[in-house]
């Protein structure tokens, strides 16, 4: 019923009218994601008529109640079969800005409109394969850039560049091609990191490091949102770049390593926004060639240093691991470099185990990052080991019992998912140096057996990959426990009782004697020939 009013109205009535009974029209269906088949047929031909009201000279408030209805209906994918057409599509995208005759964005009554658009060709690229196969006739990735360059720098118009942002999304994961033509072509990557410089409104103190403002403001809904849909689209751009890069690239990606390592260590308007923030940029880090990684990291200011050296001296002398990391203004230090991204990564890592739940998804991405900068970067894996795997003290518990990150990384290395177990083993191998006898001494031989068996290395010895020499060093505690540690359990057993102390002279008289007899049967039977065995 409501579809034969509307369509009515939008058929012969003027602006006004069609205004208003879209507006009640968008209003009652905002949330309807569902669509009653019977009414499939009047839904199209409304789509047909909203789409002929669009290219007549009509008030900006009546496009966008317009636009507002064909969102909403565009979420049907059978109501776009007949709709989606060349002509119809090339009104969205005028209206949207993104033709090239469109040199600027300054109308601010327009805005609504765009972003209306925006969201309509959104979802009818998503629902439909001819609007996918259309935006590729129509160059439609191009225009996107081209409008995200206009807008760039504008902070007041986010909404237009977050849907623009998510189109190229849309775009670069249906479209491999697309992928290529944005990195190459439209030079995507050094856009989208200007966005996200944007965002999170960068100033640098150096070709790769940023000022962070500790006590700034979190990042504002809008431009947290915009940020993510960057993320994303980067992450469609750069997804096969860890294979293989020009080398001339490498500073874009070194830039882009700093953007991301500038995000770590800001917040969003709530914390699940900062962890969804935090989530695509350790996605996209695990693009980054990881010889680029090494931005994650970077040496303390002046400032810093003489902060370090005060706060040290403050320390007792036996706390050698709180003297590597700790200082004043909380920032992470070890062995004269800023560790702070890194240590975000770590707290990501162990909420990420803390969840309990989909691990394959939301874990091993972080783990693997880690994981391969921790065998690159000898600062990164020292700081992580130091952080992990510190020096053992107590060894009275089983190391999967307990609440460290050491204790929750050893509990996945007997996960039933064969991918969480490999990256948890694989993690706590690189940062013990692929040392067989490192690793065994934090996790025991029995959580390790599943990774020694894949690599060969039941018997003992060290991966293939090459790592500093440095040793590692015992303390007193496991030293003396050492003698009685289960190699199995990797934890201190209590010797077990002798039972022959509680014996009588008479018992252990006739255990002796029953002994002697087991020995000559079996030394019997042994000299007694097998017929199997005579070989005729």
Not at 150 to 161: E, N, Q
Not at 205 to 215: F, G, M, V, W
Not at 332 to 356: P, Q
Request: proline residues 4%.
């Amino acid at each position: 019923m409501d579809e034969e009013r509307a369509l009515y109205i939008v058929r012969a009535g003027e602006a006004g009218a069609i205004e208003r009974v879209l507006r009640d029209y968008s209003d009652k269906h905002r949330a309807t994601f569902k669509f009653e088949s019977t009414d499939e047929d009047k839904r199209k031909k409304l789509c047909e008529g909203i789409f002929k009201v669009l290219v007549k000279d009509i008030p900006t408030t009546c496009q966008v109640s317009c636009l507002e209805v064909l969102r909403i209906l565009s979420r049907d994918k059978k109501v776009l079969v007949p709709v989606t057409t060349k002509e119809n599509m090339q009104i969205l995208l005028r209206l949207a800005k993104l033709n090239e005759s469109d040199d600027s964005l300054e109308k601010v009554s327009e805005f609504p409109v765009i972003v209306e658009s925006l969201k309509c060709l959104c979802n009818i690229v998503f629902n439909s394969q001819m609007a996918q196969q259309l935006s590729l006739e129509l160059n439609l990735a191009a225009k996107l850039c081209n409008l995200l360059r206009k807008c760039k720098d504008r902070k007041f118009i986010s909404d237009i560049k977050c849907f623009d942002l998510r189109l190229l999304f849309l775009l670069s994961l249906l479209h491999t091609d697309i992928r290529s033509q944005l990195r190459y072509e439209l030079q995507g990557l050094a856009l989208l990191t200007q966005i996200l410089e944007s965002a999170f409104s960068i100033k640098w103190t150096d070709e790769y490091e940023s000022a962070i403002d500790r006590n700034g403001p979190p990042l504002s809904p809008q431009e947290t949102d915009c940020a993510i849909e960057a993320l994303k689209a980067l992450f469609n751009v750069t997804v096969d770049s860890w294979k293989a890069h020009k080398e001339s690239d490498s500073h874009q990606f070194r830039v882009m390593a700093a953007v991301l390592r500038h995000c770590l260590l800001i917040v969003g308007p709530t914390e699940d926004k900062t962890e969804e923030l935090h989530s695509n940029a350790v996605n996209l880090l695990s693009n980054v060639p990881v010889s680029c990684l090494d931005v994650l990291i970077c040496p303390l200011t002046h400032e810093e240093t003489a902060q370090e050296a005060t706060t040290l001296d403050e320390l007792p002398n036996d706390k050698t691991a709180e003297k590597e990391t700790v200082l004043k203004n909380n920032t992470m230090v070890y062995n004269g470099m800023n560790m702070e991204a890194i240590h975000v990564l770590l707290s990501f890592m162990e909420k990420r185990i803390d969840k309990g739940s989909s691990y394959r998804e939301g874990l091993t991405p972080v783990l693997s990052l880690l994981t391969e900068c921790s065998r690159a970067h000898r600062n990164i894996r020292k700081f992580l080991k130091d952080q992990v795997l510190p020096p053992l003290r107590d060894v009275t518990n089983r190391p999967e019992v307990g609440s460290t990150v050491r204790n929750k990384l050893v509990r996945l290395m007997t996960h039933v998912d064969l991918g969480v177990k490999q990256i948890a083993a694989e993690f706590l191998f690189v940062l013990c140096k692929e040392r067989v006898d490192s690793l065994l001494k934090y996790t025991g031989y029995g959580n390790a057996a599943g990774l020694l068996a894949a690599r060969g290395l039941l018997a003992g010895g060290r991966g293939d990959n090459w790592y500093s020499e440095d040793e590692d060093t015992d303390t007193e505690e496991y030293k003396n426990a050492k003698p009685n540690i289960n190699l199995i359990t990797g934890h201190l057993e209590e010797p077990m009782p002798n039972p022959i102390d509680e014996m009588t002279e008479e018992q252990k008289e006739y255990e002796a004697m029953k002994l002697v007899n087991m020995l000559d049967k079996l030394s019997r039977r042994a000299d007694v020939k097998d017929p199997h065995q005579d070989g005729g």
